[in-house]
């Protein structure tokens, strides 16, 4: 056989073995998938005094305050926890595709309005911040809002290269205000239950967000149109208190973690969710909107066994 058939031959042969492993399309996993086999490294936990317990019938809904975001409005916050301001009040509103609010349903009376203690009673607007110094992890996908969105810490952002904010997705926790822009005090808070209303994105001071229990806000009875405020002080949902972890002894604490957003398993949970694959997706969208992204957390013994 000469060296020219030989060569030919082998490589026919060669050319009939399955492909190797390597060189075979990776296969898809979904987003727990990849969270299940994520390493410690990729979690943090949230510092204990930008963590609020909120409790209410049914369980507790745990709050991440954003600083870096509101300073003047999150220390506000802070104060009026410390001093048992929300302990005893309510959620007084419910509107349906939109938001809860709660504070005290009294405070526009100035002869029922609870005391605000030593927190200040005039705050700037903090509607956003300078882009620059802030750890921003951009996202690729277009956003009818901004520029650019994408995660800075725990926290969805928008923006425009030279300010960034927070913005107004499922589970986010802003500070109530009037027609004036410094009217927000941080006493009365709403959270987002509905599609996202990005529209108030640098209108209103944002200082947060849920982080878990959000089943407990939006499955509330809704309010009347047009607003969704009770009429009937018993339709109200009582807050037996709102607290600071930092005020609470470690063992009191709930245990509890959260995907960094700066991390390789958030950025492939993301791309499984922007390009599912599976039995029942048969076109893969190519696109992930920055609400539609869900912030991992994990609490109790899943914290303890990792």
């Not at 959260?258 to 599976?278: C, G, I, M, P, Y």
């Amino acid at each position: 056989m000469t060296l020219r058939r030989s060569l030919l031959t082998l490589a026919l042969a060669l050319a009939s073995f399955p492909l190797l492993a390597a060189d075979a399309p990776a296969k898809y996993r979904s987003a727990q998938e990849i969270i299940d086999a994520s390493p410690a490294s990729d979690w943090h936990t949230p510092a204990p005094e930008n963590l609020l317990y909120m409790d209410v019938e049914g369980g507790r809904v745990i709050i991440e305050l954003a600083p870096e975001f509101a300073p003047e409005h999150v220390g506000n916050i802070r104060t009026l926890a410390r001093e048992g301001f929300w302990n005893g009040t309510s959620i007084y509103r419910s509107q349906d595709n939109f938001v809860v609010q709660f504070g005290d349903a009294d405070a526009d009376d100035a002869a029922k309005a609870k005391s605000m203690g030593s927190a200040r009673t005039h705050l700037p607007a903090e509607f956003q911040r300078p882009a620059e110094g802030l750890d921003f992890t951009a996202l690729p996908d277009r956003d009818g809002w901004a520029a650019q969105t994408g995660f800075a810490g725990d926290f969805a952002v928008g923006s425009d290269g030279q300010h960034s904010w927070l913005t107004h997705c499922y589970g986010t926790l802003g500070a109530g205000r009037n027609n004036e822009e410094d009217s927000s005090l941080g006493a009365e808070l709403y959270v987002v239950i509905g599609q996202s209303p990005r529209q108030l994105d640098r209108n209103i001071t944002l200082v947060g967000r849920v982080l878990k229990g959000m089943e407990l806000l939006s499955a509330i009875q809704r309010g009347p149109e047009p607003m969704g405020f009770y009429d009937e002080a018993s339709q109200r949902t009582p807050i037996t208190a709102i607290t600071l972890a930092s005020e609470l002894p470690a063992g009191q604490r709930v245990p509890l973690q959260v995907l960094r957003t700066d991390s390789k398993t958030f950025a492939d949970t993301v791309e499984a969710r922007r390009n599912r694959v599976d039995g029942f997706y048969k076109r893969a969208a190519g696109h992930i909107d920055l609400c539609n992204i869900p912030l991992p957390v994990r609490t109790g013994a899943a914290v303890k066994s990792h």
